[in-house]
């Protein structure tokens, strides 16, 4: 990651008096500083899917519209890069559960997991460029699963989602599927429909 005035990671994995740690990316306090560094994590994200996190460096600078120097004040190294757009992703996907939460109980579990989906392909593309022993992945898998929970078992108790699910193997399921190879995104939307469709109770 940053330096400690500009990115850091949660590194706990447990929960404290019910609260959920989260992996979290932290901005600078100033504006303009905030508003590079936002720009910098948005160029990254498309870089990183487009080209994969070999990226050039200078080219997000330049899409973020920024110097190569102000990008190493952010991020002094391009691991530190990657980590904080697939962190701010995880963050952002945390958020979005709490947004749907005040949808009908089917509505915001089908909203979260659509959601959840863009961050696999968001993982994809950042995976090959992940430090595999950084405890801001365990971290981070652990915010999805505590983000996505609630909204499983609230879908379970109003009837609309199978009793036997468990978020793990909901998560697998949507990682695998959005995972493959598809002929176009038309093709994946009606598989990853199939597969969610199949969440719901068997009608006897």
Sequence with gaps: MGTAEQTSAGTETGTVAGTVATATVTRPQRADARRNFDALLAAA??????????ASLEEIARQAGVGIGTLYRNFPTRDALVEAVYVDEVESVVRAASEAASLEPWD?????????ITYVGTKKALVDGLNKDSPVLLTCRTSLYSAGEPLLKRAQAAGVVREDTEIGDV????SGIASVAFDDDAQRDRVIDLAVDGLRPVRR
């Design 45 to 54: 994200r498309d870089g990183f899917a487009a080209n994969g996190t070999s």
């Design 108 to 116: 915001a579990f089908d909203t979260w997991l659509h959601r959840f």
């Design 171 to 174: 998560v697998r399921m949507i």
